[in-house]
Every structure is written in structure tokens, then in C-alpha cells.
């Protein structure tokens, strides 16, 4: 099926699942739809199995979306408690269109739950209290996590009483856009018809000797390699390393249980300049369970004690303060509560963290894969062999499980169907979705909202204008005469550039001595003693202090402009 096709079964209200091989555009299609859908303002609701794919699509797990946690099931005790929690009620009434991407990590049983949950809070008996989900994935991919070895069909998401009532039509994508290397795709191919070729097995070990000019990102089956990785890379940072400690309450006997379970660390190592991920979702700092950064300082809070600085990968800067894991009781009370700073090393990471990647190069260890879909999602992350360096591989690696092949080739069948469904029958359910889902048509409402999302592409085509005059070797003043803007609009241009676009140089445009040398010495010293508070979004004091600091004298487009070069000096 062509994407259009299948973006018309989703635009038409249809229960959907949408899947195919990595790279044959499952989330450009999610996003089209979630473009669509904000345009004639329909509520949706855009979450996944996991932190990181989360993070791909700009929404969070729909474990923290519908209030079921961690938990293996729920109670009509957990419904009426979930009840009581407006932020969760207000986000779950309010929205009409549910999306859950990765749905193959996503356990059978926690699909049952979310449709329990969905039906109780939405007071309807409908599949998914009456809203129009959408499932994607591919079931090749990494299955979900389980504690205890279970089997296929105990645990698939399509296996659930859930996915039979919501009956999803199936929208199989059949190009592919990731891999532009045919024998990369080819092989790809084999490994999901579970017949890889001998000559295919030979040209991936054969990859050991590529060499790349980036660094690689490094890709292994077990924790235990990755944390060898990452140590060593943390030893060579001459910085001085400083030790964070796990604040742990309760049973000793439960917590040693407990403390296996998770992948945070009771002694955790750091220095500034370590790459960094982390495990835990905060929506107030904007990150979430796999977000990505390097460490910048070590930060004092109001008490005094030091917490690490971290910039994420979109520039933003924040501060990572100790979060809490426990396990409850019935009354909802902490029996043993683990409390640490949710951060980990990240140079290398696991083939289940990859999933959802797309990677330029990758150094890849599959040689004790312990479960089929690994070397699966560990070679679909890259477009080429040429991005590859194989270090070792096994037999389980370019394996398939079994039942996903069969339930693949099913679904292929069941996509054939839905592409029979003719367009015109389609289209004509686009604006009775649109206004069951609370949604407008109104011509005029429409433009002014394409106008809004349009403006925030603008408003970062604005810096690439900036940019092409800065190359071009123009001055403040000229780029100011140029663009037509105010000074202060241009330096603010010069700081946003700085933080999101590294490899410009914006040596030119720095402050002369005497002023750069007041604001940053004046930035230096309030920082030593500000509150969080006191601190904007990209994690810089915020300039209002500095500007009040010199009563004026310095304006706040200068002060800007200072703040692009204080955290490079």
C-alpha cells in the first residue's frame, strides 16, 4: 500500500494499524495525519510504547498517557483512583484520536489495560472508550520486555482482546525510503522472509573492515557490554568524576528484588563531558525515558548540593535532579521507595534502545543476540553497508520469530483488502470525521491554523536567512538593513544559532572585549548564587537579571548576543 492510500484510511475515522518494513514511512505517515489532524483542530493524543520512540514523535509513553504505569494489571480499585487525577481525566476526555507507535514493545496485556482503562474513563463500552486508535509497528521489531520467558502469543499486542474489538484495518507500506542501498534492503528482505542467503551473511561480515569518518554510535545485545563501553569512555574524561548515591528505603530483602529491576544505578559515575541518557520521563523539564545529552557542569540547588547540568541533543540545557522508583501497596503508600539522579552513560546503548533510530554509522555487536528481531532492528537503523562495522554475529541474531512471519504474511493479506476500499468512499468520511471528533471545517479556521503551524517553520527558515548573510560575511548592521529587523531581533538570531545550528561560526559577531568582559564576569557571578527559578527554558540565567544587574546600561539584544559566547569561552 502507498502512503496516500493509507493516509486516507486513517483521515476517514477507520481503526487503523499501520505497518511495514523500517524505513517504508510508517511515522512521515503518522506525522501527515497528525498534521492533518491539528490543521481542523481534532484532539489527538500521540504516545508509544517506549520513552525513545515517544521522543521520535514528539509525544510521550501511553503508559504515562492512560495512568497504567508499570503495573501487570488494573483493579477497579486503580480505576477509581486513576478518576481522582484531573490532569489524567481532562487529557484522556479531551481527546478523540489515539495513536500508539511501536506497538510490538507494547505487551498484549498492557493493551487489554489501556482498553479497560479508556472504557471506564470515556463511559462508553466501545473499543478504546468509542475513540479511533491508530496501532503502528512492525512486529519484526523488538518484542515487548517480559520479566519471565513467555511465549509469542502470550504476549503480542495483535494477540489481545483489545486489538479483536477494535477490529484495525490494516495499512501494509510497501516502499521503502530509509535504505538507499538495494543490498542492504535485499538483505533486510531475507531476514523477514527468514532465508538469508550464505553470500548475504558473508557481505555483512565483510563490513568489519569499513572505517568511518564519525564516530560510530555502538550498538550491542546486552546491558553488560554497553556499561564496559561506557566505562571506559567516562575514564578517558580527565574531568573529575562525581559520585551520585541511591537514597533507598525499605524491605532489604524486597529492595535487592526490586533493584534488579531497574536499569537506573545505585553508585552512579559522572563527569562533565559525559554522554548521557536518560531513564526517566519529567514533562515539566520536557524530557523523557531515552532522551539524549552530554554533561555540561554540576549545578547547586537551594540547599547546595550539586546536580548535573545536562544539554540535551536540541541544545536545551537542564538540570537532573534525583526522581523516585518504588513499589506500593493497595493504599497507593511506598513499601520500598529507590530515589537517584535518572541518568546513565550513553556512548553505547542496547539494540532495544536503538529501535526507532536512524543511524549515518554504526559499530554493531550481534554475536550474543539472545533474541530473534535483534540484528533485524540493529541493521534497519542505518541506509547503507556502508555505515556498518560488523564486530560479530550469531545464528539467533538474523532470526525472525516465527509468529510474527505468519501474522505478517496475514496482514499483507489484510492490507490487499483495504486497497480495494475505493477513494471516493474514503473521502467522503474526511468531514464527518473531522466533526464527530470535536474537529472544524470551516475554511477560514482551517487557514488560520495552517497559518500557525506554518509560522513555526518560518520562524527557523528566518535563521537560515540569517545564516546565508553571516556566510556571506555581513556585518550586525547590514544584516539588520538587509532583513529589515531591529538589532536586537538580528543578536538574538546570532544566540539561537549558536545553541541549534553548531557548525556555523559566529566568531565575527562577538561583543568587543570590555563588554563581553562585563556581562560575562557579571554572568559568572549570578550564576554562582541563582535559584532555578531564576533561569530560562535554554537553561542560561535568564537575561532580565544581567540587565537589571547593570541598570540599563547594556541593552538585552547585547546581553544576548554575550550569552552566545559565554558557554563557549
Not at 517480559?146 to 504476549?155: I, Y
Request: glycine fraction near 6%; hydrophobic fraction near 40%; charge should be positive.
Amino acid at each position: 500500500m502507498i502512503q496516500d492510500k493509507a493516509l486516507d484510511i486513517l483521515k476517514s475515522g477507520k481503526n487503523a494499524f499501520l505497518t511495514g518494513s523500517a524505513g517504508a514511512g510508517k511515522t512521515y505517515t503518522l506525522n501527515a495525519y497528525i498534521q492533518w489532524l491539528k490543521e481542523h483542530k481534532v484532539p489527538v493524543a500521540v504516545t508509544a510504547s517506549t520513552g525513545i520512540a515517544a521522543t521520535h514523535m514528539n509525544g510521550i509513553t501511553i503508559h504515562s498517557w492512560s495512568g497504567i504505569g508499570i503495573k501487570d494489571s488494573i483493579s477497579p480499585k486503580d480505576i477509581e483512583n486513576l478518576k481522582t487525577k484531573k490532569y489524567l481525566m481532562k487529557g484522556i476526555e479531551n481527546t478523540e484520536i489515539l495513536i500508539i507507535d511501536e506497538i510490538s514493545m507494547l505487551h498484549r496485556n498492557q493493551l487489554n489495560m489501556v482498553n479497560t482503562v479508556l472504557k471506564a474513563l470515556k463511559k462508553s463500552r466501545e473499543a478504546f472508550g468509542g475513540m479511533q486508535v491508530v496501532f503502528a509497528g512492525d512486529f519484526f521489531q523488538l518484542p515487548p520486555v517480559t520479566r519471565t520467558p513467555e511465549l509469542s502469543r502470550d504476549k503480542f499486542a495483535f494477540m489481545s482482546q483489545a486489538w479483536q474489538e477494535a477490529s484495525p484495518t490494516v495499512c501494509y507500506l510497501t516502499e521503502q525510503y530509509r535504505q538507499s542501498d538495494n543490498e542492504l534492503n535485499e538483505i533486510l528482505n531475507e531476514i523477514r522472509k527468514g532465508a538469508v542467503k550464505e553470500k548475504s551473511i558473508a557481505t555483512l561480515k565483510g563490513t568489519a573492515s569499513n572505517i568511518h569518518e564519525i564516530e560510530p554510535t555502538k550498538l550491542y545485545s546486552h546491558n553488560a557490554d554497553v556499561d564496559r563501553i561506557n566505562e571506559e569512555e567516562l575514564a578517558r574524561i580527565e574531568n573529575t568524576a562525581r559520585i551520585f548515591k541511591a537514597t533507598k528505603k525499605g524491605n532489604d530483602k524486597l529492595m535487592e528484588v526490586f533493584e534488579k529491576s531497574l536499569i537506573v544505578k545505585d553508585n552512579l559515575k559522572l563527569k562533565i563531558g559525559a554522554k548521557v541518557m536518560f531513564l526517566k520521563n519529567n514533562h515539566e523539564l520536557g524530557v523523557m525515558n531515552g532522551s539524549l545529552g552530554r554533561i555540561l557542569d554540576f549545578v547547586p540547588d537551594d540547599t547546595g548540593m550539586k546536580w548535573p547540568l545536562v544539554q540535551l541533543s536540541n541544545r536545551r540545557k537542564v538540570t537532573a535532579e534525583p526522581e523516585k522508583w518504588s513499589i506500593t501497596n493497595e493504599t497507593g503508600a511506598a513499601i520500598v521507595s529507590f530515589d537517584q539522579v535518572p541518568l546513565r552513560l550513553a556512548w553505547a546503548i542496547t539494540v532495544h534502545k536503538s529501535q526507532g533510530m536512524t543511524l549515518e554509522a554504526a559499530e554493531i555487536d550481534l554475536g550474543k543476540s539472545f533474541e530473534p528481531g535483534q540484528g533485524y532492528v540493529a541493521l534497519s537503523r542505518l541506509q547503507h553497508l556502508n555505515g556498518l562495522k560488523l564486530l560479530g554475529l550469531n545464528e539467533t541474531a538474523l532470526r525472525v520469530d516465527s509468529l510474527a512471519a505468519k501474522a505478517d504474511l496475514r496482514f499483507a493479506e489484510l492490507s490487499l483488502e483495504s486497497e480495494q476500499i475505493k477513494d471516493a468512499e474514503l473521502q467522503g468520511k474526511f468531514e464527518r470525521h473531522i466533526l464527530i471528533s470535536g474537529g472544524t471545517t470551516n475554511k477560514k479556521e482551517i487557514k488560520k491554523n495552517k497559518a500557525k503551524l506554518k509560522a513555526k517553520e518560518k520562524k527557523m527558515n528566518t535563521f537560515e536567512q540569517t545564516i546565508a548573510l553571516m556566510k556571506e560575511g555581513k556585518s550586525l548592521d547590514e544584516m539588520v538593513e538587509e532583513r529589515g529587523m531591529a538589532l536586537t531581533t538580528i543578536q538574538g538570531h546570532v544566540l539561537r544559532i549558536a545553541d541549534e545550528y553548531k557548525e556555523v561560526d559566529i566568531t565575527a559577531y562577538k561583543p568587543d572585549a570590555k563588554t563581553f568582559g562585563d556581562i560575562s564576569g557579571k554572568y559568572q557571578e549570578l550564576k554562582a548564587k541563582a535559584k532555578e527559578e531564576f533561569y530560562s527554558k535554554d537553561g542560561r540565567l535568564n537575561s532580565k537579571l544581567i540587565y537589571e544587574a547593570f541598570k540599563g546600561r547594556y541593552d538585552y539584544g547585547t546581553i544576548k548576543l554575550c550569552f552566545a559566547f559565554i558557554e563557549k569561552d
